[in-house]
C-alpha cells in the first residue's frame, strides 16, 4: 500500500506520454504514510512535507522522470493553465503556450475536436538534459475539463 497523495496536479497526454505539473501532498494521517515515514525513522509530519512544492513530471515511451521546481508558487502553473485553456478555446490551429524555462508546449489539430502535443522540457540545473515529449491525440473537450479542474483545486 502507497501513500495516500492529492493535491493538484494537470497531466497532458496519455498513459504512454505525458507532462504534468503536480503540488502533492501527503496526509501525516494515512497509514501508508505513518508507515513510510517509520521506514524512513522520520515523523509523519516531517515525511509528509509542507505540500507546497510544485514538480514536473514526464513520460515518454516507458521511460519516466521528473524534477523538483522550488519557489515555484501556485499562480504560475495557474497562469500556464490559463493561457493553454485560452488557445483550446480560441485557436484553428497550431499554438504554442510557453510554461517558464523549463516547459514549452506546442499544439496542433490531431483531428475533429482533437490536438497533440510536442512537449519541451528542461529539466533545472547545468548538466540537465533537455526533453522531449509527443504525445498522441487528446479530446479537446477532456482537455478543457481537466484544465477547468486543475484551475479549481487552486482557487
Known amino acids: 500500500m502507497s501513500p495516500a497523495v ?34 524512513a525513522g522520520v515523523d509523519p509530519e516531517e515525511f509528509a512535507g509542507p505540500g507546497d512544492l510544485w514538480a514536473v513530471l514526464v513520460e515518454q515511451d516507458g ?21 493553454l485553456r485560452a488557445e483550446l478555446v480560441g485557436a484553428a490551429g497550431p499554438f504554442t503556450v510557453d510554461g517558464g524555462a523549463v516547459l514549452s508546449l506546442a499544439a496542433r489539430p490531431a483531428g475533429e475536436g482533437a490536438v497533440a502535443f510536442t512537449a519541451h522540457v528542461t529539466p533545472p540545473g ?18 478543457l475539463a481537466d484544465l477547468d479542474a486543475f484551475l479549481g483545486s487552486l482557487a
Open 6 to 39: 492529492g493535491g493538484p496536479a494537470l497531466f497532458i497526454g496519455g498513459d504512454d506520454a505525458y507532462v504534468a505539473f503536480v503540488r502533492p501532498e501527503l496526509d501525516p494521517a494515512d497509514p501508508g504514510v505513518r508507515r513510510a515515514a517509520e521506514e
Open 63 to 83: 521511460a519516466g522522470d521528473g524534477f523538483e521546481l522550488p519557489g515555484v508558487r501556485d499562480a504560475e502553473p495557474a497562469g500556464f493553465a490559463e493561457r
Open 126 to 143: 547545468d548538466e540537465a538534459v533537455p526533453l522531449v515529449v509527443e504525445t498522441g491525440p487528446l479530446p479537446v473537450a477532456g482537455l
